[in-house]
């Protein structure tokens, strides 16, 4: 948007400031003989010889917009469109200092302001352009005080809100991981009692290995018992047999 | 159990003190006058509870006397008693923190030649105006058209007085309003035309140039600027630039409220003591004021 404002160039003007009577009817005028410009992000980068100034988007487009032709109101409006904040006249007369401070308006339209935070819109290069933005809307000179006192509130809830958000992210965070943690105890409870029972079944088994060993070995000692018994049985009738038998002389 | 409303005076206007007192005959409250040059200053001095003061007297005595009796529980224009008892030093600074657009002023503490050049161009050029505290009604402001007669003056108040005053930008052709702010109202405000042969402003002797439908975006400056100052009443000056860009000049309290009821026959007395009132019966339940 920024871009687009600087294509349609303001009206070059080369006139020193004025000084003496502050003119009245003089519509803003802004200089651009001899300077060049750069949009950077959200800033317009203004180099006129060695110096460099830094101009935020609501003063980039009070800047762009001030043709010498365009009212206050004028210049308000347009400021609105072009970066979507809220411009108020306050607004706009406080940038037009600042930008006469910084020798980029031809002729004051107003005698200067007292200091604001909207001196921060036109500022050496190299500052940090989102704070300054924020400050700049946040504090315009003249402002409905209810309504940016409404807006801070607004503000603060939404900063709690956020911090209730994340405290029950945090707490659903916690409960997660001690839900992980009797989950990966149970797991491991249940892993220990599966080791357990399988030992407890393999132990079992190896029980029932033996006590078959053992029947066998009973059944085999029993058989092998058995087969003595009726060894002996035969040897004892073979022994009464001989005894019966004449002996021959 | 009759209100009371104490008066604290000390030179102060005859009307200011008359107009107080017929308000509070109307309302039924007690006026009492204290006489701050013979105050006492005794534990028996002090005021009973839920009582009103107001302070129209500007002398040392007078805001001396009001100190002493200002307490949680009397009612006053001040919103809380830190606020009489640490009154704003820097008036000026306090109005462009808060946001509100004020002359832009530098205080002068020397007279080199390329110093107050470079206050000059900050200030928007010649003329400036060359302020020293104190006065009233215009007495200690001056304006310099060159920087001869800059110079010139500096010299005498800076080196001569060794005074530091207050360089400030001149708004031409502006309108200077007086608004008078009552509680969380802007009662009344009128017009301040300049002085023929003069570069200051007087009020205006024309009865229409007074209405109590303060114009909206005048009624919340002089709200803001009197909020700003930690006070409930407030007389507020302001300019209206032909460009439309309203400035705040200062505060002023206690002020003349008196004004508008002589040039407009404004009732700026009544809604003082309505609002005394109410701060005191808030101060009984113990509500916030």
């Known amino acids: 948007m920024l871009s687009a404002l600087f294509l349609a160039a303001p009206v070059a003007s080369a006139e020193e400031p004025a000084k003496t009577i502050v003119p009245t009817s003089t519509l803003p005028t802004a200089k651009t003989e001899g300077s060049t410009f750069a949009v950077e992000d959200d800033a317009v980068v203004v180099t006129t010889g060695k110096s460099t100034v830094r101009l935020h988007p609501i003063a980039a487009a009070i800047f762009a917009l001030s043709d010498g032709k365009r009212s206050i109101d004028a210049i308000r409006k347009g400021a609105e469109e072009a970066t979507g904040y809220p411009v108020d006249e306050p607004t706009v007369f406080a940038a037009l200092d600042a930008l006469a401070d910084a020798k980029l308006i031809s002729a004051r339209v107003t005698p ?107 059944t085999a000692a029993e058989s092998a018992a058995k087969s003595e018994r009726v060894l002996r049985k035969k040897l004892a009738l073979r022994e009464m047999d001989k005894k019966k038998q004449p002996q021959k002389l | 159990m009759t209100a009371l409303f104490h008066c604290i005076d ?40 839920h009582s009103m003061l107001y302070r129209p007297a500007v002398s040392r005595a007078a805001q001396l006397v009001e100190e002493f009796l200002l307490r949680d529980d009397v009612a006053s224009f001040y919103p809380d008693v830190d606020a009489a008892l640490f009154s704003c030093g820097a008036p000026r600074r306090q109005l462009e923190r808060v946001g509100l657009t004020v002359p832009r002023s530098i205080p002068v503490a020397c007279t080199d030649a390329p110093v107050l050049a470079d206050h000059v161009e900050r200030l928007g050029g010649f003329p400036v105006i060359v302020k020293i505290g104190g006065g009233e009604g215009g007495i200690g402001v001056m304006r310099a058209d060159s920087m001869p007669v800059l110079r010139a003056l500096l ?44 570069f200051r402003s ?34 507020v000056d302001l300019l209206r630039h032909p460009s439309g860009r309203l400035y705040v000049l200062e505060v002023n309290f206690p002020c003349f409220f008196a004004q508008a009821t002589l040039g407009g026959g404004l009732d700026i007395a009544g809604p003082m003591i309505d609002e005394l009132l109410a701060v005191s019966a808030a101060l009984r339940t113990n509500r916030p004021r």
């Open chain 1, 112 to 218: 200067p302001g007292g200091e604001t935070e909207l001196d921060l819109v036109v500022v050496a290069d190299g500052t940090d352009a989102k704070e300054l933005v924020a400050k700049a809307t946040s504090k315009s000179p003249g402002a409905d005080w209810t309504k940016v006192k409404a807006s801070e509130e607004k503000a603060k809830r939404a900063v709690s809100e956020k911090h209730k958000s994340e405290a029950a992210e945090k707490r659903t965070d916690t409960k997660l991981k001690a839900a992980e943690e009797d989950r990966k105890k149970a797991f491991s409870a249940y892993g220990a009692g599966r080791v357990k029972q399988e030992q407890a079944l393999k132990a079992k088994t190896a029980k029932a290995g033996d006590e078959k060993m053992l029947g066998a070995q009973r």
């Open chain 2, 10 to 49: 000390d030179g102060a206007p005859e009307e200011t003190v008359r107009l107080l007192a017929e308000a509070c005959a109307s309302r039924s409250v007690e006026f009492r006058a204290i006489e701050a040059s013979t105050f006492r200053y005794r534990p028996q001095d002090r005021l009973p509870p």
């Open chain 2, 155 to 198: 010299d005498h108040l800076v080196r001569g007085q060794g005074q530091v005053p207050e360089l400030s930008a001149y708004v031409p052709d502006a309108m200077h309003h007086r608004v008078i702010v009552v509680g969380d109202r802007a009662v009344a405000t009128y017009e301040n035309p300049i002085e023929p042969d003069d």
């Open chain 2, 202 to 235: 007087k009020p205006s002797e024309d009865p229409a140039a007074y209405t109590a439908d303060v114009p909206a975006e005048l009624a919340s400056l002089a709200l803001a600027a009197t909020r700003s100052q930690r006070l409930r009443f407030g007389g």
